[in-house]
């Protein structure tokens, strides 16, 4: 899946996550910045969630957290 592509459908979920009061459960490998900005952006949209699968480094994670 290409990046333009998971963004759009991302923001889907965001969308849901927010209409059903619903915790996200987010997919995290190999993006870098670009996840922590997508999470950033949408987080006032869900009040819980669990980050599967990340390989970031230290700060990477220390950002999320």
Partial sequence: ???RV???NISHH???AEKY???MYLHN???GDD???IVAKNRDRF???VVHSFTGTKAEL???L
């Fill in 35 to 37: 996840f922590y900005n």
């Fill in 1 to 3: 899946v290409n990046q």
């Fill in 6 to 8: 998971a963004a759009i």
């Fill in 29 to 31: 490998r190999n993006t």
């Fill in 21 to 23: 009061k619903l915790p």
């Fill in 47 to 49: 009040s819980t969630g």
């Fill in 62 to 64: 220390d950002k999320i």
């Fill in 14 to 16: 965001f969308a849901l």
